[in-house]
């Protein structure tokens, strides 16, 4: 039923559960669990479709713009950040898997000492380590790419 009226299976299969989870922490069967189920059923996905109009209409470029953020990215930019992308993962595919976990883990912010315990290093040695791991990677960046500051 709710799979016809959203013509979506994987919405329909969330809604479907988060049902049965409400009946579960319900704790007790209503009188009628089949017909309790549809409705709930129902709601969760009048629900879910009311916030997704919300957020359409809401979450429009005419608004993004009138807000204070980032403005919408001209495809020439778009595009030299998806070359960007994908030199820098190339680059990093090759490199050994201690050296691409440092600098990842380094990228999102971790600290030297978070570092040494989530790789079970030396924290002393996180340094040297992770100044190998920049040098190696900046040696595999080809010549004249533009997309990447050496």
């Known amino acids: ?12 299969a969330d809604v479907v559960q988060e049902a049965f989870v409400r009946l579960y922490q319900r704790g007790t069967l209503p009188d009628a669990p089949a017909a309790w ?4 059923a129902l709601n969760l996905f009048r629900n879910v479709r009311t916030t997704h109009r919300r957020r359409q ?4 470029l005419e608004r993004g713009s009138a807000v204070h953020s980032d403005p919408v990215p001209d495809p020439d930019a778009r595009l030299g950040a998806d070359e960007s992308r994908r030199l820098v993962h ?8 201690r050296e691409r976990h ?29 100044a190998r791991a920049k040098a190696l990677f900046r040696a595999r960046i080809p010549e004249g790419a533009d997309a990447l500051e050496r």
């Open 102 to 130: 440092l600098l990842l883990l380094r990228a999102e912010g971790y600290s030297y000492r978070e570092l040494a315990a989530a790789l079970e290093l030396e924290e002393g040695s996180v340094g040297t380590l992770l």
């Open 1 to 12: 039923m709710v799979t016809r009226l959203s013509g979506e299976p994987d919405l329909a």
């Open 37 to 40: 189920l549809v409705s709930v």
């Open 57 to 60: 209409r809401l979450l429009t």
């Open 90 to 97: 190339g680059i990093l595919s090759q490199l050994p898997e």
